[in-house]
C-alpha cells in the first residue's frame, strides 16, 4: 500500500510490539552484564556446597534490590535461592549452618529459605520457583 505521495504505509500496530520487544531485550541484557563484578566477588569465593551468583535467573532478576551488596542469587544442593530482601543483621540466628565465604554465614532456615549474614546486614534467599 501506498501514502498520499507514493511511500510504503506502515502498520502502527506492528510497531508498537517490535518497540517493546526490543525495549525489554536492553533491559534483560543489562541484567546480565559481566564485565564489572560487585566487590563483594573476589572476597567471598563459592564453597563446596554454595555457589554465589552476581545474576538472578529470569524473572525473578526483580526481586534483587542489593546485588553490589550481596550475591542475587544462591546455588544450593542444585537449586538456586533468589535475593528477596535485605533485613538488618539479626541479633541471633537460628538455623542449619551452611558454612562460610570469608565474613559471610549462609543458613538454612526452618522454613526452606536461605539467611545469608553479613558484618553489617542479613538478606533472605528464596527458592527460584517462589521468587
Known sequence: MSGAHGAPRVCRAG???????????????????????PAWVHAHPDTSVLAFQTTAPGVCAITVQYPNDAPAAIGYLGSTYVQVQRRPHPA???GRDLGNSADWRVLLLRGGDLLLVTPGDAFDYRLEATC
Do not use: H, K, R
Not at 525489554?24 to 546480565?32: E, F, H, Q, S
Open 92 to 94: 541471633s540466628t537460628a
Open 15 to 37: 510497531i508498537v510490539p517490535m518497540l517493546v520487544a526490543a525495549v525489554l531485550t536492553v533491559v534483560l541484557a543489562g541484567c546480565g552484564d559481566t564485565t564489572s563484578q
